[in-house]
């Protein structure tokens, strides 16, 4: 969404909002910020691709608004965040924590990540497990083997093939090429994981598979508490989709 866009939509309903960007170690990561800036904070991270815009009816519900300071950001590589630079997850989550650490007010940081989100704050929370409060993991693609290896991927990354590829797609199939590796790379940490998990996936998701929700169960082994809410029948996009029943869990937070 363009900031006219953004206005305009949060127009519509009268919410207080910030628009903004913050630059850290030479990378940008643009944001939106609605609620009460002095309470607990749901930072939600989009999938690939995607921006901020995913979570953009969540930062205006008025139950949320009051009772928590929301943040949704553009990941590297999209929105208004070093577009088409795509980077690896290792990176990501290390620009990630450093903006967390910038906008932290002392309260209680809840994560919110759907899909390719869902292993970026996994990992934010396997490398700091003291800085978050609660993960909420929404269709979020954890397992290494449950990644097919979609060798196609290698092909489009080809010059002149790659710049053919439109807008966000381009980002997105590098990182997704990169993906398989970093959740590799990431197992050995998840039993860092000390924070409250909350997983929720559609049953008949077609793109990510339910087996990563029998995958997280396995791993994170030291989890303060794991709750796990199948979504029966649902696919891939349970943000929209399902939007009161995950709002709701948002809400019971604390």
Do not use: C
């Not at 989009?46 to 139950?63: F, I, Q, R, T």
């Not at 030291?222 to 399902?242: G, Q, R, V, Y």
Request: aromatic residues 12%.
């Amino acid at each position: 969404m363009t900031s006219k866009e953004t206005k305009t939509f949060f127009a519509a309903t009268k919410t207080n909002y910030i628009d903004s960007s913050k630059e850290i170690d030479g990378f940008t990561i643009h944001y939106i910020e609605t609620g009460n800036k002095n309470a607990s904070i749901l930072f939600f991270v989009h999938g690939s691709p995607g921006s901020w815009d995913a979570y953009k009816d969540y930062l205006k519900d008025s139950l949320l608004l009051n009772k928590f300071r929301m943040i949704s950001i553009d990941r590297i590589g999209f929105g208004y965040s070093n577009f088409g630079q795509a980077e690896n997850l290792k990176t990501q989550t290390h620009i990630i924590e450093k903006f967390t650490k910038q906008i932290a007010n002392g309260k209680p940081i809840y994560l919110i990540g759907h899909s390719l989100g869902g292993p970026t704050i996994v990992q934010m929370a396997a490398e700091k497990p003291n800085d978050y409060e609660t993960l909420v993991i929404l269709a979020g693609s954890v397992d290494p083997k449950a990644e097919t290896p979609e060798n196609w991927r290698a092909v489009i990354k080809i010059k002149p093939i790659r710049y053919i590829i439109p807008g966000a797609l381009r980002p997105s199939n590098d990182e997704l090429w990169w993906l398989k590796s970093d959740l590799y790379d990431l197992k050995p940490k998840l039993q860092n994981i000390t924070s409250k998990v909350i997983i929720m996936h559609g049953t008949k998701d077609p793109l990510v598979p339910y087996s990563n929700v029998t995958y997280m169960r396995k791993e994170f082994v030291n989890a303060k508490s794991l709750e796990i809410i199948p979504i029966k029948d649902a696919d891939h996009f349970i943000p929209w989709e399902h939007f009161k029943e995950i709002r709701d869990v948002l809400y019971k937070l604390e």
